[in-house]
């Protein structure tokens, strides 16, 4: 069997996650599978006031929102497919529901890079921004996941994103064998301002078989720049 996106970047590191992590993050176009994920997350932070304008244009593309709350439902949906460039790709789509008949999402694909030897996350609904994801496994079978160097594309301009003018992700994912569920723990930091963004929540997942991708959860358009 081919190896997925996330067993490709971590190697031997990979048969180290909890099983129900390298059940999660197995998910591949040669796994059979889908991952639906549906939890509550306990608490959606943000940073100081002057942060708002910054997360309501990441609003515009569903890389980041200005809502804060507690108790807010989410689902979060895995699908693997081969895009029109060829590569195989896993969405990582966040959708919460912020308020009565208002939801936000977070749109993410992510590929396996040979030449960066990485997984590289492409943030938004149109791949603008791919960002190279430094992947760890913790001693107790958790993935620990760190933002690295961004890259803008968009038509002909293409420049490196100052991490002094964008935020550092650090995320935590684990499975708890007490209370049966996944933890997840994600803060967005900037190097020079601190804090940003953050959520922590509780989720459950479903497998289904893999069938059809739904477009909904594909970009919009595909960027071939690593």
């Given at each position: 069997?081919?190896?997925?996106v996330?067993?490709r970047?971590?190697?031997?590191?990979f048969?180290?996650?909890?099983?129900?992590?390298?059940?999660?993050f197995?998910v591949?176009?040669?796994?059979?599978?889908?991952?639906?994920?549906r939890?509550?997350m306990?608490?959606?932070?943000?940073?100081?006031?002057?942060?708002?304008?910054?997360?309501?244009?990441?609003?515009?593309?569903?890389i980041?929102?200005?809502?804060k709350?507690?108790?807010?439902p989410?689902?979060?949906d895995?699908?693997a497919?081969?895009?029109?460039?060829?590569?195989?790709?896993?969405?990582f789509?966040r959708?919460m529901?912020?308020?009565?008949?208002?939801?936000?999402?977070?749109?993410?694909?992510?590929?396996?890079?040979?030449?960066?030897?990485?997984?590289?996350?492409?943030?938004?609904?149109?791949?603008?921004?791919?960002?190279?994801?430094?992947?760890?496994?913790?001693?107790?079978?958790?993935?620990?996941?760190?933002?690295?160097?961004?890259?803008?594309?968009?038509?002909?301009?293409?420049?490196?994103?100052?991490?002094?003018?964008?935020?550092?992700?650090?995320?935590?994912?684990?499975?708890?064998?007490?209370?049966?569920?996944?933890?997840?723990?994600?803060?967005?930091?900037?190097?020079l301002?601190?804090?940003?963004?953050?959520?922590?929540?509780?989720?459950?997942?479903?497998?289904?078989?893999?069938?059809?991708?739904p477009?909904?959860v594909?970009?919009?358009?595909?960027?071939?720049?690593?």
């Open positions: 069997m081919t190896e997925g996330f067993e970047a971590l190697g031997a590191d048969e180290r996650l909890h099983p129900q992590m390298r059940r999660r197995g591949g176009v040669e796994a059979g599978y889908d991952c639906v994920g939890g509550v306990t608490e959606v932070r943000r940073g100081p006031w002057w942060t708002r304008p910054f997360l309501a244009l990441g609003a515009l593309r569903n980041l929102f200005p809502e709350g507690r108790d807010i989410f689902q979060i895995n699908y497919y081969i895009d029109s460039l060829g590569r195989e790709t896993v969405t789509v959708t529901t912020v308020g009565p008949g208002r939801r936000r999402r977070f749109d993410a694909t992510m590929i396996y890079s040979p030449a960066r030897g990485r997984v590289v996350d492409y943030l938004g609904t149109h791949q603008h921004l791919a960002v190279d994801l430094d992947l760890a496994v913790t001693d107790d079978g958790a993935l620990r996941l760190t933002s690295g160097a961004q890259r803008f594309y968009e038509g002909p301009i293409a420049f490196r994103f100052p991490l002094l003018f964008s935020g550092r992700a650090h995320l935590v994912e684990r499975f708890d064998d007490a209370e049966g569920c996944f933890v997840i723990e994600l803060e967005v930091r900037n190097d301002l601190g804090f940003l963004f953050g959520y922590r929540g509780t989720f459950s997942c479903e497998y289904p078989e893999q069938g059809s991708v477009e909904t594909k970009p919009y358009r595909e960027e071939v720049r690593e």
